[in-house]
């Protein structure tokens, strides 16, 4: 699919593996989601000087961090404090392992479908924060990332580009890209996890990125919900917020 494959899709900066704009995806009504004003990433804590420099070319103004204040204290953000990007930090879950743990004990053939789920459905709050916290974002491009760029980050872009009008084949084909560029990420969270004696193979499940997980999680809005939309107006997210994020996305 060329629009996923476009080359202004994944920024290449060292420090960061899976930074990606969510620019220039077509919708169902004939237009293209804007470059360089809504952007998904993983993990900043390791981006160097040089990288920070360009994301400031790119036009960043603000910077909205998913991830428990566990793994923020334990892999800072470059961002907090930062004297020209806001910083929010907006986690998606207040602890990951307790969740992670109470999903583990459960018997599911793709551990990551109740993940997401549990984010849709017990953290509804959390969800309606990060997208207000993006619609009323100031001019320029705002970053959204947990560790990975895969999971929270996954859950947040599709619901975006599920709000621009996007069709679900490209959001599941955004979703899926995820795995071209987190390889060694994902060898490394692996080789953390045999250290510690973890299990690296149930842990593997959980750092997969299929299109029908993401599908699983679409097809639940559907039921549900009736639409993205209407997950949207289910939990809270006022209209002024949603009309902001489609401009954000959408408009000149």
């Not at 309606?128 to 990332?145: D, E, S, T």
């Not at 947040?156 to 979703?175: N, Q, S």
């Not at 999680?217 to 006022?238: F, N, P, V």
């Not at 489609?246 to 408009?251: H, K, S, Y």
Request: hydrophobic share 40%; proline share 6%.
């Amino acid at each position: 699919m060329t629009m996923i494959k476009h080359p202004k899709r994944h920024l290449i900066l060292p420090g960061v593996q899976n930074l990606r704009d969510l620019g220039g995806y077509p919708t169902a009504d004939g237009k293209l989601t804007r470059w360089r004003r809504v952007l998904r990433g993983d993990g900043l804590h390791r981006i160097t000087a040089e990288g920070l420099d360009a994301l400031g070319s790119e036009g960043l103004t603000s910077v909205i961090d998913l991830r428990s204040a566990a793994e923020l204290a334990e892999e800072p953000n470059p961002y907090l404090g930062h004297p020209d990007v806001l910083f929010h930090h907006q986690p998606v879950y207040d602890d990951l392992a307790p969740t992670m743990q109470r999903i583990r004990a459960g018997d599911h053939d793709d551990p990551l479908v109740p993940f997401y789920l549990t984010a849709l459905i017990e953290r509804g709050e959390a969800v309606r924060a990060v997208l207000a916290r993006i619609a009323v974002a100031p001019k320029g491009a705002v970053l959204f990332h947990c560790t990975a760029g895969k999971d929270r980050t996954g859950i947040i872009a599709a619901l975006l580009l599920g709000t621009a009008g996007v069709e679900r084949e490209t959001i599941l084909a955004d979703y899926a890209l995820t795995g071209e560029f987190i390889a060694a990420l994902v060898e490394e969270l692996l080789e953390r996890t045999r250290q510690n004696g973890g299990d690296a193979e149930a842990h593997a499940r959980f750092l997969a990125c299929a299109p029908p997980t993401m599908a699983a999680m679409l097809d639940h809005i559907d039921r549900r919900h009736g639409s993205i939309a209407g997950y949207l107006k289910d939990i809270g997210l006022e209209p002024g917020d949603i009309s902001a994020l489609r401009e954000r996305l959408l408009m000149g």
